[in-house]
């Protein structure tokens, strides 16, 4: 059986420093994570150059270390 499509939210500083981290198997689960993610970001952040990202990996393996882990 083949591993489940991880997705992960990212929330980057301008010196491209990962942030914060949420994984999680759960498509809108993490669709609501990066809406959230993007909400919460002051428009000073905004305008310094912060970013939100979500990507799909293949594993566990390919996921942050720091990162929160839901669905697990």
Known sequence: MSEPVI???EQ???CG???SCIACVDEQQAKDCYES???NLTP???AAGWVV???SVP???EVPVSA???SY
Request: net charge neutral; charged share 25%.
């Open 68 to 70: 929160l882990k839901l």
């Open 37 to 39: 993610f993007l909400a």
């Open 17 to 19: 420093i990962l942030y």
């Open 53 to 55: 990202q979500m990507r």
């Open 44 to 46: 000073e952040q905004k």
């Open 12 to 14: 980057i500083d301008p």
């Open 59 to 61: 594993s566990w393996d």
């Open 7 to 9: 997705w992960v939210n």
